[in-house]
């Protein structure tokens, strides 16, 4: 069983910057994948980014060069940078994990936990 606790939202004007994190206990965290989904209102859950135990990365698309996830195993701890925001970046955001079993990192569906979310709002 994995618990996932995020952090770190707010609010922030266009252009500036937000780290989140995510606390993980389990001590085969460093084995799991990990995510970060958002999902703002009435909008589907969308893949932000995510990274593999063995540390590959992920990112959508359209957040290559201002969002970047990171962890730090000892710590179980997963970070999301967030650059040059912009008001359509305001959302939830979610962390979430699954087991080394994962392969679709993108697809929400295929993680087995989850975080409460923090919010996050931009201002233009």
């Known amino acids: 069983q994995v618990q996932l606790v995020e952090s770190g939202g707010g609010l922030v004007q266009a252009g500036g910057s937000l780290r989140l994190s995510c606390q993980a206990s389990?001590?085969?965290?460093?084995?799991?994948?990990v995510g970060w989904f958002r999902q703002a209102p009435g909008k589907e859950r969308e893949f932000v980014a995510a990274?593999?135990?063995?540390?590959?990365?992920f990112r959508a698309e359209s957040m290559k060069g201002r969002f970047t996830v990171s962890r730090d195993n000892a710590r179980n701890m997963v970070y999301l940078q967030m650059n040059n925001l912009k008001p359509e970046d305001t959302a939830i955001y979610y962390c979430?994990?699954?087991?080394?079993?994962?392969?679709?990192?993108?697809?929400?569906?295929?993680?087995?936990?989850w975080g409460q979310g923090t919010q996050v709002t931009v201002s233009s």
């Open positions: 389990g001590r085969t965290f460093r084995s799991y994948g």
């Open positions: 990274m593999s135990g063995g540390g590959a990365t």
């Open positions: 979430a994990a699954a087991g080394p079993s994962l392969r679709n990192y993108a697809s929400h569906s295929d993680y087995d936990y």
